[in-house]
């Protein structure tokens, strides 16, 4: 490569010696007039509430980074509403915006403070949860407000009051039970779905690997797994609310149990058995090192009918010194044994992959592996990142290699994996699939294969939440198109619950809802709960209503005095 085409490829990092100055650029231009930066405007005054009825204030949450962080919103959303909190999706009109962070990349962490920034200026007031707060509390655009840990989020309700009055309320403890560190808050909590067919659960915290750039450890924890009847107990309920996919989730979900003397696949044996018939389930990231051990087993699992084939195993390199450096504990020979064993017992297995371009060190030879490893099994799902120094990492200190050979590298791994068409093969085939979503641009309903493969499909009335016969008709680089070939009467509900049932406690089976706002769909209510089934919430409803006559009695008693 040239001296010149390597200048084109990256010339908004470099700065010649030749190119010209600002004094220069300006110097024959007499018109040109320095103008004073306008101030920053000042913040608009909060309002500060000093009773708390609920009902009366409006939320708004929004959530970056990884499937765990959306179940935990979906949690602090749901005890909100409970409360009688209302959510709303216009944060102009919210009184209060939670916000929950994600701490995996520098540029997240940006947008998550300007959003920050943003709500303080519009006079909002600002409740911060996730895995940002928890892993560098004392951050200066933290100060002031209020903090919920990602353990404490059951707490939610009494921070974003406390809040509203105008106070700031930090809960970052770790929560623990006979000296155990636990993984979380129960997983019965009420909950507001984003998508009410998808249900997520995290099934351990925390992780047991020292990777050198990650800063998620730091927020997370070590290791903590839920106990394996809580998990499912809460898939059981999910069913009987009229989930139809179930997502389990964690930073790794290969370690599970190993603190707890169970593994993950014991787990999933029991999750396949009450999973009931039309529905999936589609277990979460793990790292190469803790399912090696499990092959068999979760060859078995992945290959079950109401499983996804489907598993994401991030490699982040394809050169063992890189990974060495990384301290990912495995070697891309362990990686490579984990997908050829997987691909032979499980034929058309999805494998989704990420890598790191340009970490500390990497040498155009170490780079040339990795283009080589993603050459080879051309993975449909690949996840490319360029390197960023989080603070605190052991990586923030290694020497950097330069930015623009980082992008070059980037660039060169993202054309090869555009050079390769994954579903070119597909057209005419017939599948079985499960539509759950709605399309970005609310042209399709979204459905998924066997093998988590996205298959769009035309928007029939009542089509979600439903197995369908398709046929594929095209495809692109990233999804399928496809037509239905059975009529409404053979698509199939998942169904855990008998007729009488639903006639008799009002549930809804995998609902259907209709998009009418052009947002994306909305996850402000799920399928009743009938409270013989849930005392939780039946108690839930009994402490409200006492204290909201607690609050008018005690307020006509002060007026009176």
């Given at each position: 490569m040239s001296a010149c085409s390597e200048i084109i490829d990256d010339i908004e990092d470099l700065i010649s010696s030749q190119d010209i100055t600002p004094k220069e650029r300006y110097a024959n231009r007499k018109d040109v007039t320095v103008r004073m930066k306008k101030a920053d405007k000042a913040p608009k005054e909060k309002p500060i509430f000093q009773s708390i009825v609920p009902g009366t204030q409006r939320i708004y949450v929004k959530t970056w980074g990884c499937a765990h962080n959306n179940s935990d919103s979906e949690y602090m959303a749901g005890q909100l509403s409970a409360f009688g909190y209302?959510?709303?999706?216009?944060?102009?009109?919210?009184?209060?915006?939670?916000?929950?962070?994600?701490?995996?990349?520098?540029?997240?962490?940006?947008?998550?403070?300007?959003?920050?920034?943003?709500?303080?200026?519009e006079g909002k007031h600002v409740v911060v949860a996730g895995c940002v707060p928890q892993g560098a509390p004392k951050s200066e655009y933290l100060r002031g407000l209020s903090v919920i840990g990602v353990q404490q989020i059951d707490r939610v309700v009494e921070v974003v009051e406390e809040t509203l009055k105008g106070h700031s309320v930090r809960l970052l403890q770790p929560k623990k039970e006979a000296g155990r560190r636990l993984a979380g808050p129960r997983l019965a909590l009420p909950k507001v779905r984003k998508n009410p067919l998808i249900e997520i659960i995290p099934i351990n915290s925390g992780c047991l690997n020292q990777c050198t750039y990650c800063k998620t450890k730091h927020a997370r924890g070590d290791l903590a797994s839920y106990d394996p009847e809580e998990i499912v107990d809460r898939a059981r309920q999910a069913f009987r609310e009229g989930v139809c996919e179930l997502w389990l989730t964690s930073e790794d979900t290969g370690t599970y149990g190993r603190d707890i003397g169970t593994s993950l696949p014991a787990l999933l044996w029991r999750l396949v058995e009450v999973i009931p018939e039309g529905c999936m389930m589609r277990v979460g990231m793990t790292n190469p090192p803790y399912i090696l051990e499990h092959l068999e087993e979760m060859a078995k699992i992945l290959a079950h009918p109401r499983v996804y084939a489907f598993l994401h195993v991030p490699v982040q390199s394809g050169s063992d010194s890189i990974l060495a450096a990384m301290k990912r504990e495995y070697c891309r020979e362990d990686f490579e044994r984990v997908v050829d064993f997987l691909r032979e017992?499980?034929?058309?297995?999805?494998?989704?992959?990420?890598?790191?371009?340009?970490?500390?060190?990497?040498?155009?030879?170490?780079?040339?592996?990795?283009?080589?490893?993603?050459?080879?099994?051309?993975?449909?799902?690949?996840?490319?990142?360029?390197?960023?120094?989080?603070?605190?990492?052991?990586?923030?200190?290694?020497?950097?290699?330069?930015?623009?050979?980082?992008?070059?590298?980037?660039?060169?791994?993202?054309?090869?994996?555009?050079?390769?068409?994954?579903?070119?093969?597909?057209?005419?085939?017939?599948?079985?699939?499960?539509?759950?979503?709605?399309?970005?641009?609310?042209?399709?309903?979204?459905?998924?294969?066997?093998?988590?493969?996205?298959?769009?499909?035309?928007?029939?009335?009542?089509?979600?939440?439903?197995?369908?016969?398709?046929?594929?008709?095209?495809?692109?680089?990233?999804?399928?198109?496809?037509?239905?070939?059975?009529?409404?009467?053979?698509?199939?509900?998942?169904?855990?619950?008998?007729?009488?049932?639903?006639?008799?406690?009002?549930?809804?089976?995998?609902?259907?809802?209709?998009?009418?706002?052009?947002?994306?769909?909305?996850?402000?209510?799920?399928?009743?709960?009938?409270?013989?089934q849930s005392p939780l919430l039946a108690y839930a409803i009994i402490a409200l209503l006492l204290a909201i006559v607690y609050r008018f009695a005690w307020k006509i008693v002060t007026e009176a005095q």
């Open positions: 209302n959510l709303v999706d216009d944060k102009s009109a919210a009184d209060l915006w939670l916000l929950n962070s994600c701490t995996v990349k520098n540029p997240s962490e940006d947008t998550f403070r300007n959003e920050i920034e943003a709500g303080v200026a017992r499980v034929p058309g297995l999805t494998i989704a992959t990420d890598i790191i371009c340009g970490f500390p060190g990497e040498t155009e030879a170490d780079f040339a592996e990795t283009v080589d490893l993603c050459g080879k099994y051309e993975f449909p799902s690949l996840f490319i990142n360029q390197f960023f120094p989080r603070p605190g990492t052991p990586a923030a200190r290694m020497p950097r290699i330069p930015a623009n050979l980082v992008k070059t590298r980037t660039k060169r791994l993202t054309e090869l994996f555009n050079s390769y068409e994954p579903y070119r093969n597909r057209v005419g085939v017939e599948q079985t699939v499960l539509v759950t979503e709605i399309s970005h641009d609310k042209r399709f309903y979204v459905a998924h294969n066997k093998f988590y493969e996205q298959v769009l499909v035309p928007m029939r009335e009542n089509l979600l939440g439903k197995s369908v016969t398709v046929r594929i008709v095209s495809a692109t680089k990233f999804s399928m198109q496809a037509e239905i070939l059975d009529s409404e009467a053979s698509w199939k509900a998942c169904s855990v619950i008998s007729e009488e049932n639903k006639l008799q406690n009002g549930y809804i089976n995998c609902p259907d809802f209709e998009d009418t706002s052009g947002q994306e769909p909305p996850g402000q209510a799920i399928a009743p709960v009938p409270l013989n």
